[in-house]
């Protein structure tokens, strides 16, 4: 179907651009400084591109969150382990040719830096399995004074429900704007916990970024199509054919959306009463 409308899949055309613009930069290397930040190459193509740029004269690769403090035995375990976290960045590195202490710091002026105690803390329990033997040897070593201080500013707290989790996020994130100049985040691969702390922010009248952006089933021509292929699907049923009435996909406006809402004055039987002489 691809060849007879002369498409691509959108993998393969992201793999021609990433080789187009990496055989551009072996061909003319810039002299500007080129920068990647953010990406661990875990896609190949992205790869060749990141190693041409780390090539250049002034190619800069920034490497999200990468472990420097990984000993050699643990960093070849996470080259091994498709799962963990930082097995891009080992391949890329491994490309490279560097180890992961070989990577230098990036300067980050103005932002406070985590204690290297928590950094350490986190390196660990992000230990591949066949690694995590050396628990132990961790725990010994490790003060309970410095233990303290890696979580020193880290909160646990425990939520009976997904919507009373949304709620202290959304709290705690409307806290932060009271104090000046202060920012916070969240970071959640939950899409449904997002949308709800989201919710719960607009109460406030606070409307935040949602860098995922909006899942394309819950836009409103697709809530539409997915009511109405259910309004078909269950011939008209009272409850499909209301949902369906009932959403704002464009066409729905003012009266035309309240009609659904109307409901019909209730009809109560009333008792015969059978009067004397009569049947």
């Known amino acids: 179907m691809l060849a007879a409308e002369g498409a691509l899949d959108p993998a393969v055309r992201r793999n021609r651009l990433l080789a187009s613009e990496t055989a551009r930069l072996k061909r003319q290397p810039p002299r500007e400084p080129v920068i990647a930040a953010g990406s661990t190459g875990s896609i190949p193509a992205t790869a060749e591109l990141l190693a041409a740029i780390a090539a250049t004269p002034n190619g800069r690769v920034i490497l999200p969150g990468l472990d420097r403090d990984c000993d050699a035995e643990t960093w070849t375990a996470v080259e091994e382990d498709p799962l963990h976290p930082q097995h891009g960045m080992a391949l890329l590195l491994k490309r490279f040719g560097l180890a992961p202490g070989e990577v230098g710091l990036w300067p980050a002026r103005g932002i406070e830096s985590p204690p290297p105690s928590r950094a350490r803390l986190i390196g660990e329990a ?16 490790a003060d309970r004074e410095r233990l303290e201080l890696s979580l020193g500013a880290v909160q646990r707290v425990d939520c009976p429900t997904l919507q009373d989790e949304a709620q202290v996020i959304a709290l705690r994130l409307r806290q932060a704007l009271d104090e000046p100049g202060k920012r916070a985040a969240l970071v959640t691969p939950d899409r449904n916990l997002a949308r709800r702390v989201a919710g719960e922010l607009r109460r406030w009248g606070i409307e935040i970024d949602d860098s995922a952006g909006r899942p394309l089933s819950l836009t409103p021509p697709a809530v539409f199509l997915r009511l109405t292929a259910e309004m078909i699907a269950e011939r008209a049923a009272p409850a499909a054919l209301l949902a369906l009435l009932k ?23 009333f008792a015969r009463t059978a009067a004397p002489g009569r049947d």
């Open 247 to 269: 959403t704002s996909a464009g066409c729905m406006r003012g009266e035309a959306r309240r009609l659904p809402r109307l409901r019909p004055a209730p009809r109560f039987p």
């Open 126 to 141: 992000l230990r591949p399995a066949e690694t995590t033997g050396r628990w132990r040897d961790f725990a010994d070593r």
